[in-house]
């Protein structure tokens, strides 16, 4: 089996344990930190078809008296509503403070689960089980979870640290070729912000063989940045790499374009950016590009400077008069750089270039 854990200094610190096949003993390993109880597992309707039974069983003979509340699959259940929903059930189960809420799903069953852990009876203790490549390498690592309001993405969260987070790789064999290629956006992301070597190797796309390793080294990698500046007001800003950018792609494609396919756009055309104006080393944004090409991810957007800077505008990394831009310096490095909001448009114009 061969579980590599990292352990991330986030908040009191945790485990990340990463391996082939150990969905089948994460009751165990839960165990190991946590004291049987009762379980909440918190799952969608595809993840629950295809994982639900195997986690139940091995939570059930490690000791743990699990229940599940599934809702149905996909962005659009990431509210208020699901979420109040979600704490229903979670009364109507009886879970006490010392009880355990489990996120088994992609990113939007953590951002989900997590909230609901985090404010139901003030707070109870969860377990990440990250089923999608994207919520491996990112969202199930890092404490943040929110849910979506009519007027954005994102806009209502709570920062929750999990106890462990348990990434069976063998979960991603089920998952659909594009979000697979979501999630290794987000990876590319890390070899371009640290890893020269980690970026290397997307060069003929994803080794599924190794993806482990690959992952144990992005969680690595996140958990550096994040546990450095936990509640997002420094260096975590790193993480928005091609996020700026992607957002509005996101945005002005009314969410078509799924999330990493528009950060890799946006990663691109970032770069392009700073080749113009001297953060980013000439050739910078050829290597990304090529790199994401090799991963089946789009390099640029159908749309002008104009429209994404409209869209860009709502970006809460927006504070005040200035605008936080991730600018790459070369692959394994990145800075961080404000600039005026005013000079927003120019920059994405240097970036969407003469594709
Ligand atoms: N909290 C954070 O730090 C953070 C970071 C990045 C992204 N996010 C959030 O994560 C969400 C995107 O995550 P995602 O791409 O994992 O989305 P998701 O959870 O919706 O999963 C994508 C799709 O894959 C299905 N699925 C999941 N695992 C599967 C598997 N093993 N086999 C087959 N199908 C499977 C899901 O049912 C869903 O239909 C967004 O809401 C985003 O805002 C949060
Ligand atoms: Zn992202």
């Known amino acids: ?15 990340v344990f990463i391996g082939r096949g150990i969905l089948s003993c994460c009751g165990q390993l839960i165990a190991e930190s946590v004291s049987p109880c009762r ?26 008296k699990p229940c599940a509340y599934t ?44 909230f609901a852990s985090g404010v139901y009876l003030r707070g109870i203790k969860l377990v990440q089980i990250p089923t999608t490549l994207l919520s491996m390498v990112d969202s199930s690592v890092g404490g943040k979870t929110a849910v979506n309001l009519s007027a954005g993405k994102n806009l209502a969260g709570i920062f929750k640290q999990p106890e462990m987070v348990v990434c069976d790789t063998d979960c991603l064999h089920t998952l659909p070729e594009q979000t697979f290629a979501d999630g290794a956006a987000e990876a590319i992301k890390y070899g371009v912000l640290t890893d020269r070597a980690l970026f290397d190797g997307f060069e003929g796309g994803v080794d599924r063989g190794d993806l482990p390793r690959i992952i144990a080294r992005c969680v690595e990698i996140k958990g550096k940045i994040a546990a450095a500046d936990e509640f997002d007001v420094g260096q975590r800003r790193l993480l928005n790499l091609g996020h700026t950018i992607g957002h509005a792609v996101e945005k002005c494609s009314n969410f078509e374009i799924p999330h990493g396919h528009a950060v890799a756009a946006g990663m691109v055309m970032i770069a392009r950016a700073g080749e113009n104006l001297g953060y980013t ?53 990145c800075r961080v750089v404000d600039r005026p909001v005013s000079e927003l448009r120019d920059i994405i114009e240097l970036g969407v270039g003469n594709q």
């Not at 379980?39 to 743990?64: C, H, M, P, Q, W």
């Not at 090529?290 to 990394?317: F, T």
């Open 1 to 15: 089996m061969g579980t590599i854990s990292v352990n991330i200094d986030v908040g009191k610190g945790y485990e």
């Open 39 to 64: 379980a909440a597992i918190i799952t969608d309707s595809n993840v629950g078809k295809l994982y639900l039974e195997t986690v139940t069983r091995s939570l059930v003979r490690a000791g743990f």
């Open 71 to 114: 809702f149905e699959a996909g962005e659009a259940s990431k509210n208020m509503e699901t979420l109040s929903d979600a704490l229903e059930f979670l009364a109507d189960s009886g879970i006490t403070r010392s009880d355990l809420v489990v996120a088994l799903g992609g990113g939007v069953t953590g951002d989900m689960a997590g």
């Open 281 to 333: 080393q000439k050739g910078v944004a050829e290597a990304i590009a090529g790199v994401l090409r090799a991963n089946g991810l789009p390099v640029s957007a159908p749309y002008g400077a104009d429209e994404l800077c409209k869209a860009a505008m709502s970006d809460k990394k927006r504070c005040g008069g200035s605008i936080s831009l991730v600018f790459p310096e070369y692959i394994g490095s």
